[in-house]
């Protein structure tokens, strides 16, 4: 059997972007520093078993999406995290300034989105 262990994104300031989900899913940070071109910076933010590693290029100011990724092909349409409590997690979202998106209940539990300050669509699902 095999598990995902990270996904690599490209951000504005992976820092930033760190810190708002640690704040939002109670994450920490496994690793910062330089990236592998040398000139880049990362972070890599998760639990002991998986994390997302937040890249910046060497200009420190990544290119904008100019497509819609749902018919991109190896577009980034969001990303999954599952939560305990769904309510508590859109709480900390609405918190944290960002607007909650729709919100879905079907099998195998009930989910809501949201885009983080650089376009990225998270989705949070509770299956309790």
Known sequence: MAELEH???TVADPRATARLLGDLFGWKVRWEGAAMDGAGYTVHVGTDKSYLALYSGSNGTPSPAIENTYTRVA????????VDDLKAAEAKVKAAGLTPGEHYDYEPGERFYFDTPDGVEIEVMSYA
Request: net charge neutral; charged share 0%.
């Open 75 to 82: 577009g980034l349409n969001h990303i999954g995290i599952v």
């Open 7 to 9: 996904l690599n994104v």
